[in-house]
């Protein structure tokens, strides 16, 4: 029987606060790969976007493990490990193959200029660059459960369609890889990892999603405010379909469950220590925003009945999460 409309939305709400407060038992690692700056004022600027995303992610964000790789001018620097080279980076990839498991997160980010050749994008690097396809293979060897690839640069439009995968979020500064003026979406975006207005829904929490939406909308207002016209559009892509969203069509989009249910931050911490239940809950957060994605395709009937399967599985699995900790 489908639950009527108020039960249902006192249902969603009250999962919803149990999504909020669990923490799965997951490794998170990031790559933060900064380009080639050129100019005295672009090393700077890329630098800044480095140790601020890096201090964020290692610090309040609590993630395991964060490696800042980056061109040679900032390699002395404390927070960078090594040279942003494609060595390197094949280097950090050919690691964590051994040890990411599919409980865990990776999260790649991308800071510096980028180039387009008509057919794929590529970030600036020392020495041979690597394009879109060469971290969509370098991706395809790891065996983490859900990987966030967050491109800030200039001509970054294409990584959307070369990274798409299930499981896979990717977030990109521009929509096409002809939109190859310096970007301001970096600006924004490490500003939401650290800013307490980025938490859209003020619950506590930090998803990908309210990430993505606070800089895109950040970016607008930018170029809104001083009147130009704006050079860079940004996407989220999270279906696996190869087609991102702007953020002003994420409402009526299938894009963005999946970034709504990835957390940076959770409000209030609670630690699933067994394995087998944390693999449960994450599978179940899975079906539901994949069945978030078929809403259009679905009566209102089909579509409702299901969710409320879904929720009433995740509510029970819950339970039994918060007697083990009894």
């Given at each position: 029987m489908v639950l009527p409309k108020a039960a249902r939305t006192a249902l969603v709400l009250t999962v919803l606060c149990f999504m909020h407060g669990t923490v799965l038992s997951q490794h998170r690692?990031?790559?933060?790969?900064?380009?080639?700056?050129?100019?005295?004022?672009?090393?700077?600027?890329?630098?800044?976007?480095?140790?601020?995303?890096?201090?964020?992610?290692?610090?309040?964000?609590?993630?395991?493990?964060?490696?800042?790789?980056?061109?040679?001018?900032?390699?002395?620097?404390?927070?960078?490990?090594?040279?942003?080279?494609?060595?390197?980076?094949?280097?950090?990839?050919?690691?964590?193959?051994?040890?990411?498991?599919?409980?865990?997160?990776?999260?790649?980010?991308?800071?510096g200029h980028g180039s387009y050749d008509g057919s794929h994008s590529a970030l600036n690097i020392p020495r041979r660059d690597l394009y879109d396809r060469d971290?969509?293979?370098?991706?395809?060897?790891?065996?983490?459960?859900?990987?966030?690839?967050?491109?800030?640069?200039?001509?970054?439009?294409?990584?959307?369609?070369?990274?798409?995968?299930?499981?896979?979020?990717?977030?990109?500064?521009?929509?096409?890889?002809?939109?190859?003026?310096?970007?301001?979406?970096?600006?924004?975006?490490?500003?939401?990892?650290?800013?307490?207005?980025?938490?859209?829904?003020?619950?506590?929490?930090?998803?990908?999603?309210?990430?993505?939406?606070?800089?895109?909308?950040?970016?607008?207002?930018?170029?809104?405010?001083?009147?130009?016209?704006?050079?860079?559009?940004?996407?989220?892509?999270?279906?696996?379909?190869?087609?991102?969203v702007r953020v002003e069509a994420l409402n009526d989009s299938a894009e963005g469950h999946l970034a709504g249910i990835t957390y940076l931050r959770r409000g209030t911490i609670l630690v699933v220590a067994d394995d087998a239940l944390a693999q449960e809950r994450s599978m179940l957060e899975g079906r539901i925003a994949e069945l978030k994605t078929r809403k259009q395709d679905l009566s209102d009937t089909a579509y409702y009945a299901e969710l409320e399967t879904l929720f009433v599985a995740l509510a029970r699995l819950n339970d039994r999460i918060e007697a083990q900790l009894e």
């Open positions: 690692y990031a790559l933060i790969i900064g380009g080639l700056g050129g100019a005295p004022d672009q090393i700077a600027r890329i630098e800044t976007h480095l140790e601020a995303t890096f201090n964020t992610l290692s610090g309040p964000l609590a993630f395991d493990e964060v490696t800042v790789l980056a061109e040679r001018t900032l390699a002395g620097k404390s927070f960078v490990k090594g040279e942003s080279t494609a060595e390197n980076i094949r280097g950090w990839f050919a690691s964590l193959a051994s040890t990411a498991t599919p409980q865990d997160e990776v999260y790649v980010l991308l800071f971290y969509a293979e370098l991706a395809h060897a790891l065996n983490a459960g859900r990987m966030v690839w967050i491109c800030t640069m200039s001509a970054s439009g294409p990584f959307v369609q070369a990274l798409s995968a299930p499981d896979h979020i990717v977030i990109t500064a521009t929509r096409t890889g002809t939109q190859r003026n310096q970007t301001v979406f970096p600006q924004f975006l490490v500003e939401a990892l650290a800013a307490p207005s980025s938490d859209l829904d003020r619950d506590g929490s930090l998803s990908v999603l309210e990430v993505f939406q606070y800089a895109a909308e950040k970016t607008a207002a930018h170029y809104n405010e001083a009147g130009h016209l704006a050079t860079e559009h940004s996407l989220l892509e999270d279906t696996g379909d190869g087609e991102g």
